[in-house]
């Protein structure tokens, strides 16, 4: 299965007049490339089989083969034949440091779903299997934010462990109501369990600060709020999962 890049997509289209693009079926087309020909008012076709001209241009690309043809580019300008270590994709063929603020929250978002199996791993050992099949959950909502991040998709409306975000807001901020008990501060006292799930939602605390920084721009706006959004929620839940524990209805 081949992949279409941006740079690849600028090589074709240079010194070329078209308003239409055609790719054959199931080509992977990146979201640089897409949002070029959207930038260029150029329409893509997806078709079962490419016609002769296209089959020419791609005759002419495997005489091509021998010569270098920059594969990256990067986000400052520029472009690159291969990728050096100290840098990786951000998205499509655009590389930056790995120091880049998208790039940092992405590892925390790896690191957060690290620690989750592992509270899985011991919810399973004390056997609760009530809060390994609700982190399973968990788990998967965490990689949805991933992979919405770097595919650049916006995440839709949704509903975690039964409860819809206002649920999540309206039951976290009034646990008396919910489940007769007033906000506590952790304790070891309380069981590993309660603690386990207390340091996935101080990750989570730490990995919504970390989304701040990469999705604040210069004008000190937020342009992913739907993941600042689902971070808040994911925080608010695991609060709730303490004290369904607490008040024993994982048992």
Same mark, same amino acid.
């Given at each position: ?5 941006? /740079? ?5 289209? %240079? ?9 054959? %079926? &199931? ?10 020909? =959207?930038?260029? @008012? ?39 034949? &291969? ?8 998205? &499509? ?6 120091? =880049? ?22 919810? $399973? ?28 998709? %916006? ?6 462990? &039964? ?8 039951? /976290? =901020? ?8 007033? =906000? ?32 604040? @721009? ?16 994911? $925080? ?16």
């Amino acid at each position: 299965m081949s992949l279409l890049t941006e /740079s690849e997509l600028r090589r074709q289209l %240079k010194n070329t007049d078209i308003k239409e693009f055609e790719v054959a %079926k &199931g080509v992977i087309i990146t979201p640089s490339a897409k949002q070029y020909l =959207h930038d260029k @008012n150029i329409r893509l076709v997806i078709v079962d089989t490419l016609g002769v001209d296209k089959q020419c241009d791609d005759k002419i690309e495997k005489e091509d083969e021998g010569k270098i043809f920059p594969r990256y580019k990067c986000i400052q300008g520029g472009y690159l034949e &291969g990728k050096p270590e100290y840098m990786t994709q951000l998205y &499509g063929d655009k590389l930056v440091p790995k120091d =880049h603020r998208r790039i940092e929250f992405r590892g925390r978002l790896d690191s957060l779903q690290s620690k989750i199996l592992e509270v899985q791993v011991l919810a $399973s050992k004390l056997k609760n299997e009530g809060v390994a099949k609700d982190l399973e959950e968990i788990l998967t909502f965490v990689r949805n934010i991933l992979r919405a991040e770097v595919l650049e998709e %916006k995440l839709p409306e949704f509903y975690l462990l &039964g409860m819809s975000e206002n649920d999540l807001r309206e039951m /976290s =901020h009034n646990p008396k109501k919910y489940f007769n008990m007033e =906000h506590f501060m952790p304790s070891y006292k309380m069981g590993e369990i309660v603690v386990a799930l207390n340091s996935i939602r101080s990750n989570t605390r730490e990995v919504e600060i970390y989304g701040f920084k990469a999705f604040k @721009n210069i004008d000190g706006e937020i342009t992913r709020n739907d993941i600042m959004k689902y971070l808040n929620r994911l $925080s608010s839940c695991l609060y709730i999962m303490m004290f369904r524990f607490q008040s024993g209805k994982y048992k």
